[in-house]
């Protein structure tokens, strides 16, 4: 037994969430071997690459994530992150001797003088970060993967441009159009009902690039409104050298919309709750469908430009 060790009570109930915590340990230790050891010194910097032992050394065996200070250990050395010595009640799933409030200085003082490859390396980032700035850099990688930008549903696919255009054509069914003016007509039955009416997306090549259509139904507030918005299928650098317009009219009245499209990797929410967009009052989109308004019949004209 380990100094001042103590054995913390087993939990019938939770035995095997701790056998599975064992398992990712062993895994993560059996990891390191010499071949994988090497470093390459730069600038008086130890650069390792992402499938090193170091590396693993500093691999949560709970969550399978990175550590970042403080880094706790048990009396007998086994080492994780602190988010998760509160998910494991303060017991070590290695060992489960109790953890107290040792901080592993050594292996955080060892991370501090890492360099290591952006985890989007293979997606075409080549760039190498200090361990402590690394992640911060990894939120904002322009190199990082794209989420799905259909709003629909709650899609976790991820990848590149091309993957994601390919993803919503054969899963989510999205119309495709080639050219950079558009007619998007809406047409509603009941347009009383707002809370689960349905919207659409439509995916534009233009310019050699894609751009997403959404139009939709909401309750802003008190008020049922319409939607139109443009987001631009990559960067938000890139989504700032196209501009758009949007139109919708009737009865002798128009009503224009004149912007940028916001990049994708703003979320549909975020864009729409924004007002970043094309924004008619039901009233006034039954003013525009004519008739005894009954029935919504809206027309939306639209066009994208590249700016000089």
């Given at each position: 037994m380990a100094p001042g060790g103590r054995i913390c009570k087993e939990v019938p109930e939770s035995h095997s969430m701790f056998s599975d915590y064992g398992i990712a340990t062993s895994n993560a230790e059996s990891k390191i071997?010499?071949?994988?050891k090497t470093p390459i010194v730069s600038g008086g910097k130890y650069v390792f690459s992402s499938t090193t032992g170091v590396h693993d050394l500093l691999e949560c065996p709970v969550c399978m994530s990175s550590m970042y200070p403080p880094i706790h250990q048990c009396p007998?050395?086994?080492?994780?992150?602190?988010?998760?010595?509160?998910?494991?009640?303060?017991?070590?799933?290695?060992?489960?001797?109790?953890?107290?409030?040792i901080r592993c200085l050594a292996?955080?003082?060892?991370?501090?003088?890492?360099?290591?490859p952006c985890r989007h390396q293979a997606l075409g980032c080549h760039d190498i970060f200090p361990y402590y700035s690394k992640l911060k850099h990894e939120q904002h990688c322009r190199y990082r993967p794209y989420n799905c930008p259909y709003a629909g549903s709650e899609c976790s696919v991820t990848g590149d441009i091309p993957i994601l255009v390919g993803h919503l054509k054969d899963d989510h069914k999205v119309d495709t159009h080639d050219g950079c003016t558009f007619n998007h007509r809406y047409v509603k039955s009941n347009p009383q009902e707002v809370e689960n009416a349905t919207w659409m997306l439509t995916v534009f090549n233009c310019f050699?690039?894609?751009?997403?259509?959404?139009f939709e139904a909401f309750q802003m507030g008190m008020a049922p409104v319409y939607m139109a918005f443009l987001r631009f299928?990559?960067?938000?650098?890139?989504a700032k050298k196209f501009s758009y317009s949007l139109e919708v009219g009737g009865n002798g009245r128009q009503l224009m919309w004149q912007?940028?499209?916001?990049?994708?990797?703003?979320?549909?929410?975020?864009?729409r709750d924004s007002q970043d967009g094309l924004i008619i009052q039901r009233n006034l989109a039954l003013f525009f469908s004519g008739g005894d308004r009954q029935e919504l019949k809206l027309r939306v004209t639209g066009r994208i430009w590249k700016e000089q």
């Open positions: 071997s010499p071949s994988t007998n050395g086994h080492t994780l992150c602190s988010d998760c010595k509160a998910r494991v009640h303060n017991c070590c799933p290695t060992c489960r001797y109790e953890l107290g409030n292996l955080e003082k060892v991370a501090e003088s890492l360099e290591l050699g690039r894609q751009f997403c259509l959404h299928m990559g960067d938000e650098d890139d912007g940028v499209p916001r990049s994708i990797r703003d979320s549909h929410r975020k864009v």
